[in-house]
């Protein structure tokens, strides 16, 4: 069964944008930005975010400031950030913050994002019902 709703998903960088998109169609209707300001302008227009999900490079820009733009617009939505760049010992600091309700490290396994989310949203869901 599907989560149902909408997820953004977010890279300047298209085929992982793509590729990220790729595992959460049929789960979620899947809108894409290119970059932090196409992201930040979505944000905006689109009021029904279930989750959204980030790199963390957008070039000049990164995804934890993103990820805090959506805290602060669309607080129930689910946070997820992306990255092959963070050193993993990082990973309790940042999770910490509150900012990010997860983190999926690239290389990724196929799948692991809509698994992610379906932890999170689904039914019995970490974040079902909660303003985060």
């Known amino acids: 069964m599907a989560l149902g709703g909408r997820v953004l998903v977010v890279d300047d960088v298209a085929g992982s944008r793509e590729a990220l998109a790729e595992d959460l169609r049929g789960e979620l209707e899947v809108t894409q930005a290119g970059s932090f ?3 930040l302008t979505l944000l905006d227009q689109l009021d029904d975010l279930r989750a959204v999900v980030t790199d963390l490079s957008l070039g000049a820009r990164d995804g934890l400031e993103l990820l805090e733009a959506v805290q602060n617009k669309q ?3 689910a946070r997820i950030l992306v ?3 963070v050193v993993r010992a990082l990973e309790g600091h ?3 913050l509150g900012t990010v309700h997860g983190i999926l490290w690239w290389p990724r396994e ?3 994002l809509r698994t992610a989310l379906r ?3 689904g039914p019995g869901g970490a974040l ?3 303003q985060n």
């Open 94 to 96: 940042i999770l910490a």
């Open 119 to 121: 932890e999170m949203l």
């Open 37 to 39: 300001e196409e992201a």
């Open 75 to 77: 607080p129930s939505a």
């Open 128 to 130: 079902t019902g909660q």
């Open 83 to 85: 990255s092959s760049s």
């Open 110 to 112: 196929r799948g692991a």
